[in-house]
């Protein structure tokens, strides 16, 4: 469903989006059980024209099966988006500093009609035919890629609003994005979201998207004197790297259970994440196979730690 309030700024938010209409109603609230209307008379509570949400009419409706997804550039912060702390229904969020390695797993959600044209909390229009997302505690706006755990598909959305509320979801998708990545008839869909960076181009620019959950974002331990990484056996992969232990371990036991590789969750003690470790390999052949395997398998594109 749709959040409705930033207290401290007195905002109305964006996303928080529900399953089929066909199968849930939709109402108003941060948790999808309140009222059409904030009893507390949250701004914006009552703004929208239709009283629950829906994709859109099927005379509107268009492919987006080949539509290209967002390219990772530099923009500056939202304005209006990025306040350090906010709260709504009486939690409080801290907005991260940085995307830089976030990576989570969970249930993603979407919004569509009834939001559709309405100012979203970067202050930009929402439009449910863009690749575009809403987010808790992401910098606004930020681009990561969604992946559908359940059929692999995977999509770049840039996440220009806040929400869900719900407290079992971690991403509310536009109406094309959930259509893309196969999710708009189920509602909900399981996923993994991987922050993206533009790469740097000599002389400072950016171009290009790298994951950073998975990029080298760790420094580990140096080989010993005289020795390369390969020969003194300090080869690895880094899959993942969560702020939540739970995180981390969960996809510790996936890439156990499904590769069958040696896999460690590390926490340095100058890093706000858990780091997934797989290795170490005996040899550079042995770590690019595994980093062959993971991708064949679903869990993008491990980076050697440097």
Not at 187 to 194: A, K, L
Request: one cysteine or more; charged letters at 25%.
């Amino acid at each position: 469903m749709r959040a409705l309030l930033i207290s401290a700024l007195a905002l109305a938010l964006g996303a928080c989006s529900l399953a089929p209409p066909a199968t849930t109603p939709a109402s108003v609230g941060a948790t999808g059980d309140a009222p059409a209307r904030d009893p507390a008379g949250a701004p914006g509570s009552d703004r929208y024209a239709h009283d629950t949400d829906s994709p859109p009419p099927a005379r509107e409706r268009h492919s987006v099966e080949r539509m290209p997804e967002p390219v990772p550039k530099a923009e500056p912060p939202s304005r209006y988006g990025n306040p350090t702390t906010y709260s709504v229904w009486g939690q409080t969020y801290h907005v991260l500093p940085s995307s830089e390695g976030y990576q989570e797993e969970g249930l993603a959600s979407w919004y569509g009609r009834k939001f559709h044209g309405y100012r979203t909390s970067s202050g930009e229009p929402y439009d449910m035919y863009r690749f575009t997302a809403a987010h808790r505690t992401l910098p606004l706006p930020t681009y990561v890629r969604v992946t559908n755990l359940d059929n692999n598909k995977q999509l770049v959305v840039r996440v220009n609003d806040r929400g869900p509320f719900h407290s079992d979801r971690i991403i509310d998708l536009s109406w094309a994005a959930a259509v893309r990545l196969g999710i708009e008839q189920n509602g909900t869909g399981h996923v993994r979201v991987e922050a993206l960076m533009p790469e740097k181009r000599p002389g400072g620019r950016r171009q290009g998207t790298v994951p950073t959950a998975v990029r080298a974002a760790l420094d580990s331990p140096p080989p010993e004197a005289g020795k390369t990484q390969a020969e003194s056996g300090d080869l690895y992969l880094q899959a993942g790297a969560f702020r939540a232990l739970d995180g981390a371990r969960d996809l510790e036991r996936q890439l156990r259970h499904r590769l069958k590789l040696p896999v460690t969750v590390r926490k340095p003690d100058d890093s706000a994440y858990y780091k997934v470790w797989l290795g170490p390999f005996a040899s550079l052949d042995d770590q690019e196979q595994a980093r062959q395997a993971c991708q064949q398998a679903g869990f993008g594109n491990p980076m050697p730690v440097r």
